[in-house]
């Protein structure tokens, strides 16, 4: 009797060698369903190699493992469950959009428009540790949709079959955690669409290529591995070239499946026994990476460092102003919509990120209405109130809602004024706090302040604390043209034209009183510069007579109101000012000089010198 074990496979026999057998199973090039002859073991029938107890160490080996539950090809329900959810979800997205013309505060559409997205600005200040998933959920088209499921069925299917439900579900938390964790830190884009779960589960079908290379049965090897290299191609046809497309959520995706996929152990390599053990373990690992977010967020989103980088001085030069602004909040991003007015400046790029209502501001993410502002205006109007009352119509019209005003904070140093309104859409259920801190100089306003989204309780989350340091930063210097007078004057202090440059620098920030030493330096000298330097310190004199008093004979400028030499602004300055400290004969003197003096001038002295 022929005692030499011969392999029955396929329906051909031929004699093997026991060691390169057991490799041959162990690796999986053989199935369990073959069929063996060795008469110490099967005597002279031939049995399924998976009936004789010598071979089940081999065959309960992990290739062994592998390649039985993928010939055995069990229907990929997690993978297909996920899919159907994606279907579901974009259902639902597209449903609440059409509810929205008969109930637009329908909760489902206020949730996809705006919990929703993942990024930094959901996930790290607004502690919605949901959003990696719901990101998951929500497209922005049809288009959008239908590109991305087409990769997840195709990759989570094939995933699944090789690494099994478990592993298909760690692959899935690990693609979708790894790039919400590279988004958040890295990046202010928010981020929808389920590419970062397509990206992830493409990267573990390359992954298992390698991982597992000739122990996949040979009819399944062409859907892992390189031999997928044309799907990237057309992923990156798809994706590349966008502008608004996420690249390191995607090659977040890509890396967080592919690693998943080396340091599995998935439950189709584990012994029977262990199969369902394994399993658990997989989609417990599975569970655990779902809710990281849920742990970390509440604790980095309250350390100011982490949530919002270390704070970064900037100058304003244009604006004669200085501060310190959170790296996060100094990011470069596109233009994108927000509300009125708002949008970016053009290049060279300014160390601002956008401008509000024409100050340069500083935000968390591109569309967002949550900013800081800093910066100067010209004044156009010396009345405080109507000052109020324009600034606060002002952010109604850029922001809309309803006004109300609320406490301000105390003023931030001396000469500021603190104001607070909040505007509230109750439509859309929005309600945004302006806090602002003004200063005003001369012609010259500063202004800083930040505008956040509170709830009914009036709760604004970690931005406001953030917002309120760079508000309380701010440092006033002077505006560049003063800068540049006061170093003109510096190199040459004798210069009239310097002196009258920084005179009238000067007064456009409200510094009168210097100014008017350097108009009376020059006007005591002669010429066309001292005649200028009159005419702008009698102007000086002339707006604020009640701060210059009569306290002696101003013989420097009523030499100037004889005939030959004035202006018609130097006399009307002039009389002016006498006539409001009661010097009536002083006044009439002047003009009676004049041959043909004005009428509405003699009027005026007439009339404010009748007895």
Known sequence: ???????????????????????????????????????????????????????????????????????????????????????????????????????????VHRFFERYAATGYEPLMLDGQWWTPWSSQFTHAGIQHFLSNIAVVGYCGFRTERALGAGGFAAVLAASVMVPAILLATLTPHPVVGSSLAGFGLFGAIIAIGFRFGDQIPRGWRRGYGFSNLWLFAVLAVGTLGGAEVAHLGHAGGLIGGAVAVFLLRPETQAPKARFKAVRARNLGLALALALVPGVLVPLL????????????????????????????????????????????????????????????????????????????????????????????????????????????????????????????????????????????????????????????????????????????????????????????????????????????????????????????????????????????????????????ADDADPAWFEGWLEPGYPTRQILDDGIAWLLHHGRCEAARARLEAFEEAPESLMAKVAEACEE
Do not use: C
């Open 1 to 107: 009797m022929d005692a030499r074990p011969y392999l029955n496979l396929g329906g051909d026999t031929t004699p093997v060698d026991l060691n390169d057998l057991d490799d041959d199973i162990r690796w999986g090039r053989v199935p369990g369903a073959a069929k063996l002859r060795y008469p110490p073991w099967t005597g002279e029938r031939f049995l399924a190699l998976e009936a004789i107890p010598e071979l089940a160490d081999a065959l309960d080996s992990p290739g062994a493992r592998l390649a039985w539950t993928m010939r055995a090809a069990p229907f990929p329900w997690a993978s297909t469950l996920f899919t159907l959810l994606l279907f579901a979800g974009e259902v639902l997205q597209l449903a609440s959009g059409a509810m929205t013309d008969f109930d637009p505060a329908w909760s």
């Open 301 to 548: 989103g309250h350390i100011p460092a982490l949530a919002f980088g270390t704070p970064e001085p900037v100058a304003l030069d244009e604006h004669g102003v200085t501060l310190s602004v959170p790296s996060r909040l100094m990011a470069e991003v596109p233009k994108a919509a927000s509300f009125d007015r708002m949008g970016l400046p053009e290049e060279p790029a300014p160390p601002y990120v956008r401008t509000v209502d024409g100050v340069p501001a500083w935000t968390t993410s591109p569309g967002s209405t949550e900013v800081v502002f800093a910066g100067s205006q010209r004044l156009r109007s010396k009345s405080t109130e109507a000052l109020d009352q324009s600034l606060a119509e002002r952010w109604q019209r850029l922001i809309g809602g309803e006004l109300v005003l609320s406490d301000p904070p105390p003023p931030k140093g001396d000469g500021w004024t603190a104001h607070a309104l909040e505007l509230v859409d109750t439509e859309n259920d929005i309600r945004i706090r302006v806090v602002e801190q003004r200063l005003i100089q001369g012609r010259r306003l500063v202004r800083t302040g930040y505008l956040v989204e509170v709830d009914e309780d009036g709760e604004a989350g970690v931005r406001e604390a953030a917002f309120a340091s760079v508000v309380e930063s701010v440092v006033v210097l002077d505006p560049p043209e003063l800068a540049a007078a006061r170093e003109d004057y510096e190199r040459n202090p004798s210069g009239e034209r310097v002196r009258m440059e920084l005179a009238r620098q000067l007064l456009q920030v409200g510094q009168e009183a210097e100014a008017e030493a350097l108009f009376a330096a020059v006007a005591a000298g002669e010429g066309k510069r001292a005649r200028e330097a009159v005419g702008e310190r009698l102007q000086l004199w002339a707006a604020s007579p009640e701060l210059y």
